[in-house]
């Protein structure tokens, strides 16, 4: 059997591992050990896969997230570095009345500034000036992080595999260019049924949001799937992410982008 073949398996396994925690909802064992040297590389190739069977099953691509970019919540997963995962429309909880917490594993709450595009990021230098003018408007957002790894014993090689730990996600309806405030300026307070539970600075996010975006752009053209005019981009946390189990409320302000909230349902079976 061929390097390509024994790596092909590999990927299948692990996403097939994935995939029985989304189908059983029961948290499974770490991919990293059935993925060995391949690391990041194969880690991607199997959010690929996961990917591609959402597709075949009808799921829609709205956008991208974008994963480990506080100090903070670096220290907590005891990771150096970004990640990517893709954003389907059926993630998108904005505005009911409460957020499922059947759908998720072991969720948590992350606040952050999501981008909407109107232009692609595929060509030319992915400098500031062209990310600033592809951005359409920004929003504040809550990602619901939820991982399918069992007690969130996770490396960045299973984070990425998992799709970049995504879950849900809810955005504001307060849009603002980024010619009315700086991403890199605001201020993030979370809280949690009125007790807060985070706080951060935009530029706790690789120093600032748009950098993220930047590194995102770049990473998703060398990957051979850039980002598109109307995509949504999470740009990752601005302070460290909190536990949301059932019955919790969460509110986020940022800045001048205003409040985000979460109701969780109340109970698992709801």
């Given at each position: 059997?061929?390097?390509?073949?024994?790596?092909?398996?590999?990927?299948?396994?692990?996403?097939?591992?994935?995939?029985?925690?989304?189908?059983?909802?029961?948290p499974?064992?770490?991919?990293?050990t059935?993925?060995?040297?391949?690391?990041?590389?194969?880690?991607?190739?199997v959010?690929?896969?996961?990917t591609?069977?959402?597709?075949?099953?009808?799921?829609?691509?709205?956008?991208?997230?974008?994963?480990?970019?506080?100090?903070?919540?670096?220290?907590?997963?005891?990771v150096?570095?970004?990640?990517?995962?893709?954003?389907?429309?059926?993630?998108?909880?904005?505005?009911?009345?409460?957020?499922?917490?059947?759908?998720?594993?072991?969720?948590?709450?992350?606040?952050?500034?999501a981008?909407?595009?109107?232009?692609?990021?595929?060509?030319?230098?992915?400098?500031?000036?062209?990310?600033?003018?592809?951005?359409?408007?920004?929003?504040?957002?809550?990602?619901?992080v939820?991982?399918?790894?069992?007690?969130?014993?996770?490396?960045?090689?299973?984070?990425?595999?998992?799709?970049?730990?995504?879950?849900?996600?809810?955005?504001?309806?307060?849009?603002?260019?980024?010619?009315?405030?700086?991403?890199?300026?605001?201020?993030?307070?979370?809280?949690?049924?009125?007790?807060?539970?985070?706080?951060?600075k935009?530029?706790?996010?690789?120093?600032?949001?748009?950098?993220?975006?930047?590194?995102?752009?770049r990473?998703?053209r060398?990957?051979?799937?850039?980002?598109?005019?109307?995509?949504?981009?999470?740009?990752?946390?601005?302070g460290p992410?909190?536990?949301?189990?059932p019955?919790?409320?969460?509110?986020?302000?940022?800045?001048?982008?205003?409040?985000?909230?979460?109701?969780?349902?109340?109970?698992?079976?709801?």
């Amino acid at each position: 059997m061929s390097t390509a073949d024994i790596d092909a398996t590999i990927v299948a396994i692990a996403a097939d591992r994935i995939t029985d925690a989304l189908r059983t909802g029961e948290p499974v064992e770490p991919v990293r050990t059935l993925l060995g040297g391949g690391g990041i590389a194969l880690a991607y190739a199997v959010q690929e896969e996961l990917t591609r069977r959402r597709l075949a099953a009808g799921a829609v691509v709205v956008g991208r997230k974008i994963g480990l970019t506080s100090p903070a919540v670096q220290r907590q997963l005891g990771v150096d570095q970004p990640d990517f995962g893709v954003l389907f429309a059926d993630m998108d909880v904005s505005g009911v009345a409460e957020v499922p917490s059947r759908r998720l594993l072991q969720p948590k709450a992350e606040a952050e500034i999501a981008f909407v595009l109107k232009h692609d990021l595929a060509e030319g230098d992915l400098d500031d000036g062209q990310i600033r003018a592809a951005v359409d408007y920004a929003v504040a957002a809550l990602e619901i992080v939820d991982s399918r790894i069992a007690d969130w014993d996770i490396t960045i090689t299973d984070t990425v595999a998992d799709n970049a730990s995504s879950g849900l996600f809810v955005l504001a309806e307060r849009q603002l260019t980024v010619a009315e405030f700086e991403p890199a300026d605001v201020t993030m307070r979370m809280y949690a049924d009125d007790v807060l539970v985070s706080d951060g600075k935009g530029a706790a996010c690789l120093g600032d949001p748009l950098n993220a975006l930047a590194w995102l752009a770049r990473t998703a053209r060398e990957f051979g799937n850039p980002l598109r005019a109307g995509q949504i981009v999470l740009s990752g946390a601005l302070g460290p992410m909190a536990p949301t189990p059932p019955g919790t409320r969460i509110r986020a302000e940022i800045g001048p982008l205003g409040s985000v909230l979460a109701n969780f349902s109340p109970k698992e079976g709801k």
